[in-house]
């Protein structure tokens, strides 16, 4: 609230334009960070090595694409699997690895998504249009100042003959938190 009328106050001063904040927001929203981690994540579903680097040590795997900075310094991927799904959250407040991701999605940082993920993951999940079978395990990963997570979703089926960059079109910034999964590109 202070942040929207801080934003109100200098558009109304004329030392602001509140759609040029709205575009940057939209721009590091949808863009910048997610298409960041979404070539973190094509580059591991194209490269087996890649992909074991990643595992190893996110943080130097993920750098080697030049994707660093504040906020991504300390990096651990966790690989969704056919019996085990991930699901990131900041019980916190709300750390997250902008370098990949870009700007936290509001429900992210929201007090209910924080608490209830933990509480009841597959809740939540079903919240969002993840329905899952009972067999698999759905493990919370807690982000804190000290280390963030990424998720490496799984790689749809039928995607063998597309390319990385293809591929990166495919994943979405919530598919890399865990509250989505990547879909099939349509036919």
Not at 84 to 89: A, D, G, K, S
Not at 122 to 134: H, K, T
Request: proline residues 6%.
């Amino acid at each position: 609230m202070r942040v929207k009328a801080l934003e109100t106050l200098l558009s109304e001063k004329g030392l602001v334009d509140s759609s040029a904040i709205d575009t940057v927001i939209e721009l590091y929203e949808t863009k910048i960070g997610p298409r960041n981690g979404a070539a973190v994540v094509a580059r591991a579903w194209s490269d087996p090595d890649y992909k074991a680097r990643l595992l190893e040590n996110g943080t130097k795997a993920i750098a080697e694409l030049g994707f660093e900075g504040v906020q991504g310094e300390d990096m651990m991927v966790v690989e969704n699997t056919d019996s085990v799904h991930n699901v990131v959250v900041c019980t916190l407040c709300s750390c997250y690895p902008w370098p990949t991701l870009g700007l936290p999605p509001v429900w992210y940082k929201s007090a209910p998504y924080r608490s209830k993920v933990v509480r009841d993951p597959r809740g939540v999940l079903s919240e969002f249009g993840v329905e899952l079978p009972d067999s698999v395990e759905i493990r919370v990963w807690d982000s804190n100042a000290e280390l963030r997570y990424l998720v490496l979703p799984n790689r749809p089926a039928g995607t063998d003959d597309l390319s990385e960059a293809e591929l990166a079109e495919l994943v979405t910034r919530d598919s890399m938190i865990g509250t989505a999964l990547v879909a099939a590109p349509a036919s």
